[in-house]
């Protein structure tokens, strides 16, 4: 044991030092005379305490902050922790790269957290700004929040930007999304793009090379489910667009699900046994079966993920 602590012999220790310094304003004017070894007298064990103490402080801090996570800042090597708010670093865009999961960009005035980092999932929170993402893990592993639903990756690359009301606009690049809220849910493929608001959560997908008079029509719909503006979206539909069209099977009216399945079924061929009555129904069933006929990928993809990360 340092002589120090005892008799103020030998060299102190730095912790020592520095707490002797925080702790000068406090002496006594009078000088008193250190006392004998053999007397141990308390206020050196006093010490001793408060130096335990501080490290223990430390560890707790460090604790409560999160533990480390794969992610990191590319331009610093610095590891992101566990329940952090990850800062831009004012140049313009920052990225965070994990070597297992893939590449988040992010613009500056981003509002960005890492929520969660095992091995079920990497999960993020956007609550404003932008991000471009590149994942390379397995599908349903790395999931983005937002004020008006969750973006479950399944394989891809996107961009995502979340406005001061908390709505949000998703961009497919490559392979899939799914945005959810509840037991809303809309599967967003390559060329594709999906707006989602706070209030109302994910809305209907739609390519982005689809006629102007089809978007606009569409985005009329949003605002004003009438037949006349129903009408126009399914007038202009072209075969591509079944993605869209049978998204709206279930965001219509029951009263307006009858248009629109007529006119998917004139642009997608359908396979014999598919029954219109139980379509208009919303059997899921057969609505599975015209997810399909789409020929993106069979809708039991999409029931292995969810179960993954849910």
């Known amino acids: 044991m340092n002589d120090y602590l005892w008799d103020l012999t030998g060299s102190p220790d730095p912790e020592v030092v520095e707490l002797e310094r925080a702790l000068a304003p406090l002496r006594l004017r009078d000088e008193i005379a250190p006392p004998a070894r053999s007397t141990r007298t308390p206020w050196r064990w006093a010490i001793a305490a408060c130096l335990v103490a501080a490290i223990a402080g430390s560890a707790l801090l460090v604790s409560r902050r999160g533990t480390p996570s794969s992610w990191e800042i590319a331009d610093s090597g610095r590891r992101i922790l566990t329940g952090e708010r990850v800062r831009p670093n004012g140049r313009g865009t920052t990225t965070l790269e994990s070597s297992e999961f893939g590449r988040v960009k992010f613009e500056d005035g981003a509002d960005l957290r890492l929520v969660e980092a095992s091995s079920r999932r990497q999960r993020l929170e956007l ?6 993402v590149l994942i390379w893990a397995p599908p349903g592993k790395f999931v983005i929040d937002t004020p008006g639903a969750r973006a479950v990756d399944l394989g891809c690359q996107y961009e995502l930007s979340v406005d001061a009301a908390g709505d949000g606009f998703l961009r497919v690049q490559t392979g899939w999304v799914a945005f959810q809220t509840g037991a809303h ?7 594709a793009v999906c707006r989602t608001t706070k209030a109302g ?3 209907i997908p739609y390519f982005e090379d689809a006629p102007a008079g089809f978007r606009t029509a569409l985005e009329r719909f949003s605002q004003q ?20 069209l049978w998204h709206l099977l279930t965001r219509v009216s029951p009263a307006q699900t009858g248009l629109v399945f007529d006119r998917f079924s004139s642009l997608v061929p359908l396979p014999s046994g598919i029954s219109r009555d139980k379509a208009l129904s919303r059997d899921a069933a057969t609505l599975d079966l015209c997810w399909n006929a789409l020929h993106f990928s069979d809708a039991d993809w999409w029931r292995v993920w969810k179960r993954d990360w849910r």
């Open 127 to 132: 609550r404003r700004g932008k991000v471009q």
């Open 185 to 191: 849910e809309s599967f967003i493929p390559a060329g």
């Open 201 to 203: 959560g994910p809305g």
């Open 225 to 244: 489910k009438t037949d006349d503006v129903l009408r126009a979206v399914l007038a202009q539909a072209r075969s591509e667009d079944g993605v869209t």
